[in-house]
């Protein structure tokens, strides 16, 4: 396999996580009975350009179809992270109703219902029918369609240009990273600046965080990798903040090479310097980190194990694409882990793909008072455990796998 941004030949494994089925292929009750696909899942390191990504094996439009499940406006912490967001866009850069603020990714609206409280006009790029179709109930524009130079060239010959745009949690799905960034140089007005907020590697890294990976994740970002591929489709980068989202993140600022008048913030150095004292841009960097993973897996099972032995009842919270590879990685079933609990609809009375773990809603946990309940979306930990604190009344304990086992 080349590398997606520079063509390099990839020798590099940086991990391998076996094979799984796409983490957001939601199984019905009639697909039980059907075989899934399953894709192998390894990761691999350009030594030239240090892209991060996953091996070629599942199509954008396998994983990414009308029944996507992944709705962003179920998590209250998420709304709020969007909602500062966007007031702190619109001071910044002084939007105002005569502006126009366009969110690749616009998911279910999450983000744009604030932008649309603010006056401010705004459109949304979402290629998945379910979410797109939550978006349009909140009155939001949507194109329906992948988001490339091919469709900002023709937004902006329709006259659609943007002054602000996002992408958040977006820059790591799309295949094509070329195409995607050129659209960015495209679609913003000459002084326009977009945004785009994706996890730090240095986080999955440090961290541990093996479970971010999946199929539908083709990269995973340095500001390293970021900044070389900016630079050379059209974009500078003129800013970064770290953020905690997502278990560690960037929230990188970028203009238009060829007309942007931002001036660039030390920050940006400063994010570069640090990933490089960490060895993001050298091969030592990358080893090791096999071994890691497979220790938290093997945790996890041991713990698992020993509570069946006990007739311990384990449930889960978090029908999430990181929970997916976990559970998959680490070979759990429905003997070791009994069902997991999700407040999204679109997941209710489905299925886990692969470990086929059944998806049901928070009554079960109030009517079965399992003994532990795994947390599966580490990154959402607080705002789970203040929301289930009741299972403490008949001495429940809850459960982290990632970056290491720990009950609480």
Known sequence: MKCRHCNTELTLTFIDLGSAPPSNAYLTAEKLYEPEKWYPLRVLVCENCWLVQTEDFARADELFDADYAYFSGFSRSWLDHSKRYVKAMVERFGLQQESHVMEIAANDGYLLQYVKEHGIPCTGI?????????????????????????????????????????????????????????????????????????????NLLEKVQFDTIYHEHFSYLSLSAVHRIFEANGLTVFDVEEIPTHGGSLRVFAQRTDTGTQSVSENVQTILEKERAVGLIKRSGYEGFQQKAEKIKDDLNDFLIDAKRQGKTVAAYGAAAKGNTLMNFAGVRPDLIQFVVDRNPAKKDKFMPGSRIPIVDEEMIKDHKPDF??????????EVMEQLGYIREWGGVFVAAVPKLCLS
Do not use: C, M, Y
């Not at 998945?128 to 060239?153: P, Q």
């Not at 599966?376 to 930990?381: C, E, T």
């Open 126 to 202: 979402e290629p998945t029918a379910s979410t797109a179709a939550a978006a349009r109930k909140k009155g939001i524009d949507i194109v329906e369609e992948f988001f490339g130079e091919g469709l900002a060239t023709d937004l902006v010959g329709d006259g659609i240009q943007a002054d602000l745009t996002a992408a958040n949690n977006v820059l790591a799905h799309v295949p094509d990273i070329n195409d995607f960034v050129t659209g960015f140089s495209v679609i913003l007005k000459p002084q326009g600046v977009a945004t785009f907020e994706f996890p730090h590697l240095l």
């Open 373 to 382: 309940v795994v947390i599966l979306p580490w990154n959402l930990r607080d």
